[in-house]
Nanobody, 111 residues
Framework: QVQLVESGGGLVQAGGSLRLSCVASGISFSGNIMTWYRQAPGKQRELVARISGGGTTNYVDSVKGRFTISRDNGKNTMYLQMNSLKPEDTAVYYC?????WGKGTLVTVSA
C-alpha cells in the first residue's frame, strides 16, 4: 500500500523558514518526478515545485529564489525548504508522486 506522509508545517512569522518533508512507503522515489503542490483557502491547488529523477527542478514564479526542492532517494524522502515566507504562502502543502497524494501539512504565515 502506497503512503505519502508530509510533515514540517506549522505557524511562522513572515520572513521565517520552514522545511517540509514527504516520506513515502510502498513506492520507490528513485527515477520518478516528485512534486509539491499547495492549496490556499478558497483557491485551487497549484504546483509549487517539481524535481525530476535526474534532479532538474522547476518552481512556480512566486516562490523562485525562496523555496528549494530536494530529494533523498535512499530515504525515500522529498523536501521543500521554504525561506523568506510570506502570508500568501499560507496553504496546505501536498506531495504528489506517480498518481499518489499525501494528506498534506498546513503552513500558516502570519504578517
Amino acid at each position: 500500500q502506497v503512503q505519502l506522509v508530509e510533515s514540517g508545517g506549522g505557524l511562522v512569522q513572515a520572513g521565517g523558514s520552514l522545511r517540509l518533508s514527504c516520506v513515502a512507503s510502498g513506492i520507490s522515489f528513485s527515477g520518478n518526478i516528485m512534486t509539491w503542490y499547495r492549496q490556499a483557502p478558497g483557491k485551487q491547488r497549484e504546483l509549487v515545485a517539481r524535481i525530476s529523477g535526474g534532479g532538474t527542478t522547476n518552481y512556480v514564479d512566486s516562490v523562485k529564489g525562496r523555496f528549494t526542492i530536494s530529494r533523498d532517494n535512499g530515504k525515500n524522502t522529498m523536501y521543500l525548504q521554504m525561506n523568506s515566507l510570506k502570508p500568501e504562502d499560507t496553504a496546505v502543502y501536498y506531495c504528489f508522486v506517480v498518481g499518489y497524494w499525501g494528506k498534506g501539512t498546513l503552513v500558516t504565515v502570519s504578517a
